[in-house]
């Protein structure tokens, strides 16, 4: 065997061990295998994302905490800046109902096709994606309040449930 051979065997059964694990992911918030995670399903598994997101590990998310681990997730390069497509594929996830309306444009305040963390701040000032979160505006969001948003976000299609493709769609965005 030759060392190309090696390596596209090695390749494909990363390939085949990570879809594995990643399946795994949402068969163990389905929990009553019916091929759907419902709102108590979801709660009961989701505090693991809810402590990636706290990170003073005090028990709740402020915005500065909530808009730091969002800028990482929307960093899909890792390079410190969001570009447009890095923009375009996160809100293609169930978190670009968070955006509404918000152009690329109006958070890259400098037009160089580059967010940094000042630009991202600013706008997520003027973005209501926190407050959603915080529903009992104590300016602080509690994992009860984190799964109910989370959830919401995560069934994109509003019925009530997290099908294999949202849930997919949006832990990706959530594991960054």
Same mark, same amino acid.
Request: glycine share 6%; proline share 0%; net charge negative.
């Given at each position: 065997?030759?060392?190309?051979?090696?390596?596209?065997?090695?390749?494909? &059964?990363?390939?085949?061990?990570?879809?594995? +694990?990643?399946?795994?992911?949402?068969?163990?918030?389905?929990?009553?295998?019916?091929? *759907? %995670?419902?709102?108590? !399903?979801?709660? !009961?598994?989701?505090?693991?994302?809810?402590?990636?997101?706290?990170?003073?590990?005090?028990?709740? %998310?402020?915005?500065?905490?909530?808009?730091?681990?969002?800028?990482?997730?929307?960093?899909?390069?890792?390079?410190?800046?969001?570009?447009?497509?890095?923009?375009?594929?996160?809100?293609?996830?169930? %978190?670009?109902?968070?955006?509404? !309306?918000?152009?690329?444009?109006?958070?890259?305040?400098? *037009?160089?096709?580059?967010? $940094?963390?000042? !630009?991202?701040?600013?706008? &997520?000032?003027?973005?209501?994606?926190?407050?959603?979160?915080?529903?009992?505006?104590?300016?602080?969001? $509690?994992?009860?309040?984190?799964? %109910?948003?989370?959830?919401?976000?995560?069934? +994109?299609?509003?019925?009530?449930?997290?099908?294999?493709?949202?849930?997919?769609?949006?832990?990706?965005?959530?594991? *960054?």
């Amino acid at each position: 065997m030759n060392m190309k051979t090696i390596k596209g065997i090695f390749l494909a &059964m990363c390939t085949i061990f990570a879809t594995a +694990v990643y399946a795994q992911d949402f068969s163990s918030f389905d929990a009553d295998h019916d091929g *759907r %995670i419902n709102q108590t !399903e979801f709660t !009961e598994r989701n505090s693991d994302t809810y402590i990636d997101w706290d990170a003073n590990m005090d028990g709740s %998310i402020d915005d500065t905490e909530f808009s730091e681990r969002a800028y990482q997730s929307f960093d899909l390069n890792s390079d410190d800046f969001i570009d447009e497509n890095e923009w375009n594929k996160n809100l293609s996830t169930g %978190i670009g109902a968070s955006f509404g !309306e918000d152009d690329y444009e109006i958070f890259d305040k400098n *037009r160089d096709g580059m967010l $940094d963390t000042d !630009e991202w701040d600013e706008g &997520m000032n003027n973005n209501t994606w926190f407050e959603n979160y915080d529903t009992n505006k104590d300016e602080l969001i $509690d994992n009860d309040e984190w799964n %109910i948003s989370s959830f919401d976000d995560w069934d +994109v299609n509003d019925d009530g449930f997290v099908d294999e493709t949202e849930f997919n769609d949006y832990d990706a965005f959530n594991r *960054r």
